[in-house]
């Protein structure tokens, strides 16, 4: 399954942070037997809204809406520098390959000198399997 384009603005993110974040989280929390699919894109940019806001009161742990944005222009920084597309533009095995060199810590670019790869990614895992579990089914895509 594929994973629908977000083709606007969140209420803290851009479109095309969204749609790499969306492209991220299709990675992580595969779903291609769900119909339909699940919008934690979505749902992480309300959070991120709220923290900015100062608003959440959750147990969520994530990093700071600022550092979340470096995570995400990291992945296309890495992206660029080996296959020169965005991360959202790349098939799901050139992601898990750029994924797992975030995991790692390799990953290469100037936003990673502002966070710490591995810390990103551990944090949208967390971020993304605990929406994926609370989450009611909704038709909204990502």
Partial sequence: MSVPAASSAGQFLNAHEITTLAAACARLIPQPDRE???????????????EHAGRWTG??????????????RGLDEVSQARLRRNFADLDAL???????SVQRGVARG?????????RFLEE????????????PV???AV
């Avoid at 339909?36 to 709220?50: C, Q, S």
């Avoid at 050139?94 to 797992?100: E, G, V, Y």
């Avoid at 100037?110 to 591995?118: A, H, K, T, Y």
């Fill in 138 to 140: 909704t038709e909204e």
């Fill in 94 to 100: 050139r992601q898990n390959q750029i994924l797992a």
């Fill in 110 to 118: 100037d936003s990673w000198s502002g966070i710490s790869p591995q």
């Fill in 36 to 50: 339909p699919f699940l919008g934690i894109a979505r749902a992480i940019d309300f959070r991120l809204a709220a």
């Fill in 59 to 72: 147990t969520a742990q994530f990093l700071d809406a600022r550092s979340f944005r470096l995570g995400l």
């Fill in 124 to 135: 949208l895992l967390h971020e993304a399997t605990e929406l994926y579990h609370t989450a």
